[in-house]
């Protein structure tokens, strides 16, 4: 599938709730799926897109609570609108506290509930912004020898070529030579470009204390 596809699934175990919703999301421009349960929505295919659940709270077997637990656990990237017809402030915070967009009472108004999913699919195209660029600079970084990861780390801490030589026990013409190898494989031309790749990839510089 095209990954900028934008999806929105209704998960309500009543009929009439998914039927008036699907409606509602198509007319306002949105592909729309429907499930009667939380089992139904984890059997469906992965979507590679933003995706918006439209989650009901209280289901038969696996409630809306534990859905969302579920997809934390698998690593996904679903963005979570609640509604409810038995809201109450603990749900309420415990969804939120759990990264859900909204949590919307019955009967809401159909303005407020597309305006939380126009935010979730919004939310759910940034993050996969940042997992590609996420992949692509740990890909980037992969092709570094273990001498040259070590001589990165040390870079982006802000150490000249001369203080890494010390660190690593070694020459500081070979240093030198590292890290335009470093330079080359990362496709940058200064510091700040490895800084930058680093924060994507999650790599720490040398002797930061997550580290130890």
Excluded: W
Excluded at 158 to 183: C, D, F, S, Y
Aim: aromatic share 6%; hydrophobic share 40%; net charge positive.
């Amino acid at each position: 599938m095209n990954k900028e596809k934008k999806l929105v699934c209704v998960v309500d175990d009543d009929q009439s709730v998914r039927r008036a919703l699907g409606r509602l999301f198509r007319s306002a421009g949105y592909a729309a799926e429907t499930f009667a349960s939380a089992e139904d929505y984890l059997s469906r295919e992965i979507f590679e897109g933003s995706i918006c659940l439209v989650l009901d709270v209280r289901m038969p077997g696996l409630n809306g609570l534990g859905l969302q637990e579920a997809l934390e656990t698998r690593g996904a990237c679903e963005q979570i609108v609640f509604i409810t017809g038995h809201g109450d402030v603990p749900t309420a915070t415990r969804a939120m506290k759990s990264g859900a967009v909204d949590f919307l009472t019955k009967p809401f108004d159909d303005g407020a509930l597309i305006e939380a999913v126009k935010r979730a699919l919004a939310r759910g195209e940034e993050q996969l912004r940042k997992r590609r660029g996420r992949r692509e600079a740990r890909g980037l970084i992969e092709k570094l020898t273990p001498r040259e990861f070590d001589v990165f780390r040390f870079v982006i801490l802000g150490l000249l070529n001369k203080q890494i030589a010390a660190e690593l026990h070694t020459a500081e013409k070979t240093i030198k030579v590292h890290r335009g190898r470093v330079m080359q494989k990362l496709r940058v031309t200064s510091v700040p470009d490895l800084v930058r790749i680093s924060q994507r990839a999650g790599v720490a510089p040398a002797g930061d204390p997550a580290e130890d």
